[in-house]
């Protein structure tokens, strides 16, 4: 027994960070993706894949996924989530992928070890601005086709995660949501969260547990329905009131 | 930038896997450790390490998280929760540990990115034949001491990760708790996960939200103390009470 398990060769593999972030565009929760862009044949296909990179020698785990998210979309500063780790030996087994990494990064791979974070952004003017230099797009989340790598794996995981997180800790609806929101705007995303439709009225209930969502004195302008008044997250009371 | 960048060399590192197993022996939360044997200029010193080890370039990640607590531990067929991946530059800089490294698997090591895993158990009479052969050691989880590499970060880690999910998902306490448990029991190990002793009174309280706690016609035998009741728990209940 104890020969055969010598005989096995230990793995030594390439370690990868793959950032899964989402953002709110007031309608629509979306993913941020970037081109995996493959030369097969002569032939430029394009899949799309999260931003993400194999981590240097010197730099820890964290370091690389707030670099490798800068480096590929231009946003810095948002919290990171380690979610999961990836590792079956036949992740990089797609011929696009494995010839992607070899025009790409030059380097052959057998595996590589992803470990997938989570984040949360405001699609605000700010974002935008940030990302604007990049080959960056905002999916739907519900319709991003196939992805490279087993990344339509990680973004299921992802929104698992994001929806127990949610559960634990509201406040994370509030990084998505813009400064100042409206009860649909609200509704819209937390319906997403429960994966459920919600009426006006049973949303209500739901609101007034909320007691850290608070009403402003401003009214949407410039819209063809009836104004709807805007809210706002107010962290003192939120603090106050969970346990 | 971009030349700079090029001359950071990517890191190519072993990947091994971590299991913290908690049980719980009627009284105390423990969780299981296994020697790590250094030979350091002639004197054996000895500390504790989490059972795991290297995975195979040929094995899946699940697939060495099994393998390695069975070979280490006798333990198999348990529920294994994926919880965190560590993989600071910094992990593996003890001497004692790569001195470890090198005596035990033979090999010189940089980094390892270690992912680990939560398990749990009962700790009955099945659990402690199947561990028997193996040098293993159940320590309450308050009390572990220095352990080997950043394993008491694992281990802090672990036990958040526990009251997560706990909160998220009650059915994990009655992994650990013997089938049939009395309510000093269950409260011993409510106090733990809350982080705060209950009352009596308070706990009855708790306990009629918990349909799925059920009374049994049974009450302990042999001891000199008023014999308590047993109660058992209900999944089927339980399946219905949870959304």
């Not at 979306?30 to 999260?50: A, C, S, T």
């Not at 809210?231 to 003192?236: R, S």
Request: positive net charge; glycine residues 4%; proline residues 3%.
């Amino acid at each position: 027994m104890r020969d055969t398990v010598q005989k096995r060769q230990y793995a030594n593999n390439h370690i990868s960070i793959d950032s899964v972030v989402l953002g709110f565009d007031e309608q629509q929760l979306k993913v941020l993706l970037v081109p995996q862009q493959v030369n097969m044949d002569g032939k430029i296909i394009i899949y799309r894949k999260f931003p993400g990179n194999i981590i240097y020698q010197d730099e820890d785990m964290e370091e690389a996924a707030h670099r490798t998210l800068e480096e590929l979309t231009g946003i810095h500063g948002v919290s990171m989530y380690q979610f999961k780790t990836y590792g079956s030996r036949n992740r990089t087994s797609k011929p696009k992928d494995l010839i992607w990494l070899q025009q790409t990064l030059n380097i052959k791979v057998e595996r590589i070890v992803t470990t997938a974070y989570l984040s949360f952004v405001k699609l605000d003017a700010n974002i935008l601005h940030s990302t604007k230099r990049y080959a960056v797009t905002w999916v739907p989340v519900n319709n991003v086709g196939e992805l490279a790598f087993d990344h339509n794996t990680l973004l299921n995981d992802a929104l698992a995660y994001f929806r127990k997180l949610v559960d634990y800790c509201p406040l994370i609806m509030f990084e998505l949501l813009p400064r100042k929101f409206t009860i649909l705007q609200l509704r819209t995303l937390y319906e997403f969260i429960c994966q459920k439709e919600m009426d006006v009225r049973n949303f209500q209930k739901k609101m007034v547990q909320m007691e850290y969502v608070v009403p402003m004195d401003e009214h949407e302008e410039g819209v063809r329905h009836r104004a709807a008044r805007f809210y706002k997250f107010d962290k003192v009371i939120y603090n106050k009131t969970r346990r």
